[in-house]
């Protein structure tokens, strides 16, 4: 089981400039989370996906951020325009049914 | 707004130890509750989780839940210096997946 995949690793953008976040959930996986973390704030959740289908998406912080799970096995973050204030570590999970999240190893973004 | 709350630290204890580590949260009708491990640079690894009332032990560790006082705790015995980390206590509301996090203790074992 390769776990969570996400990419890039790191990332550093312009302000403006459209980043893009992927994610591959574990096989058999079916709900997918996208969390932000920063020292202040800690681990917030952003979206939920459950079976492909957008749940819960109180957490995303305004529209320049959206978030799509076109399939079961890939799912995307994008925010657009970026800001200084966006740079995070940004964490996909899955889970299966109720089960105990699994998490990538996250994509650290730096917005300059 | 749900809220977990948990003491930031540092948390030092010496090697051998036990270090106890301490989480609130704000809704009686939380159900599920998770310790997750996080290394400094590192994702969230889950190391124990609990439904009911009391303790549950997994080799070194033992998490307490009491929902009456609304506390989870996560005590590790024998602390090692390896267990140097920032511990993530997490709370769900309905959707058992759906967690929401404290800001972590950091801890640290020192020789």
């Known amino acids: 089981d390769a776990g969570v995949i996400q990419s890039p690793r790191h990332e550093v953008t312009e302000m403006g400039q459209e980043v893009t976040l992927r994610c591959k959930p574990i096989?058999?996986?079916?709900?997918l989370f996208w969390y932000r973390q920063t020292m202040m704030r800690g681990l917030e959740l952003l979206i939920y996906?459950?079976?492909?289908?957008?749940?819960?998406d109180s957490g995303m912080p305004e529209d320049r951020f959206s978030a799509k799970m076109p399939n079961a096995s890939f799912s995307t973050l994008k925010i657009q325009p970026s800001e200084p204030r966006d740079s995070a570590v940004y964490f996909c999970?899955?889970?299966?049914?109720?089960?105990?999240?699994?998490f990538g190893n996250g994509t650290r973004l730096t917005v300059t | 707004q749900k809220e977990v709350e948990q003491n930031s630290g540092p948390l030092s204890v010496p090697e051998g130890a036990i270090a106890s580590l301490n989480c609130t949260y704000s809704?009686?009708?939380?159900?599920?509750f998770f310790w997750y491990r996080q290394y400094s640079g590192k994702s969230p690894e889950l190391i124990m989780f609990?439904?009911?009332?009391g303790d549950k032990e997994d080799g070194r560790f033992t998490a307490q839940l009491n929902k009456a006082s609304q506390y989870v705790s996560l005590l590790i015995r024998d602390s090692q210096p390896s267990d140097s980390a920032t511990y993530l206590c997490?709370?769900?509301?309905?959707?058992?997946?759906?967690?929401?996090f404290g800001t972590g203790t950091r801890l640290q074992v020192t020789l």
């Open positions: 999970a899955s889970s299966y049914q109720n089960s105990p999240l699994h």
């Open positions: 096989s058999g996986h079916n709900s």
């Open positions: 996906f459950n079976n492909n289908v957008p749940i819960d």
């Open positions: 809704d009686r009708g939380s159900q599920s």
């Open positions: 609990i439904y009911s009332n």
């Open positions: 997490a709370v769900t509301w309905g959707t058992a997946s759906k967690l929401t």
